[in-house]
């Protein structure tokens, strides 16, 4: 029997533990916990994105602002919106969106983000603390995802983890948590990104597959291993007469193929997706209780 692993049902879950923290810091009369977003231009992704953030802070009790910023607004004055974020005491933590528009260099405006409020854990200092096993902001996706194979009890120690995409936000951070020595990772991990060859050579010896590379319904039955675990990151939305809105989103995998094959699953939409937003409320509740002290 495949399991379906529930991302909405574990982040419901999170959810309510973060809101119960909440409650008891205003219960003490503490700082409630305070997250800011910059959001550049107008990407329709990326407005989906931090207005579901934005929701989804409101109902666990953390408060939250939304930085609109023109499309063609300099680097030069991004920065000093980063600097007010960096200096103001009202909010524990903020992000700025990806991605930019592309006159902006995203890796400056990640270096000059305060690491202390960097919740989106992209810095070079909370990356580097990560490596290095310290405590830092781990970046959500990945974060999310070690929660649910945590949760999910899922035996990770010596599996063959194969990660497909080798992005900053999630591939990378994710080959170096999942193969840290620790019992809830421990992995082999094999990196693999679009210069790979023979991909499938290496896909089919996934004991967990991690999907991220973008590209809709690339993984198929044939290609994973029975029982497999499969953990789809991609996000695609496709033109479909089943919904009255006219589409749906489908992920890196051909789920109902798939699905039968496997030993776990994560489906699009309610796998990963739910997890990363959980994972920024749970670090913006980490940085306030940072400045707490
Ligand atoms: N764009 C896609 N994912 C993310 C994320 O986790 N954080 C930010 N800031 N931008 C993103």
Known sequence: MTVLIDGKKIANEIKQEIASEVELLKENKRKVPYLAAILVGNNPASKTY???KEKACKSVGIKSTIIDLNENISQKELLQNVEMLNQNKTHDGFIVQLPLPNHISTQKIIENINPIKDVDGFHPMNIGKMVNGLPSFLPATPKGIMELLKRYKISTEGKHCVILGRSNIVGTPLSIMLSRKSPNANCT?????????????????????IAALGIKHFITADMVKKNAIIIDVGIHRIKSNEKKSGYKLVGDVDFENVYTKCSYITPVPGGVGPMTIVSLLSNTLQAAK????
Do not use: Y
Not at 193 to 204: A, L
Not at 290 to 293: A, D, E, F
């Open 50 to 52: 931090v207005m579901a």
């Open 189 to 209: 991990v094999t990196l693999c990104h679009s210069k790979t060859k023979n991909i499938k050579k290496f896909i089919e010896k996934a004991d967990i597959l």
């Open 290 to 293: 940072i400045n707490m002290h």
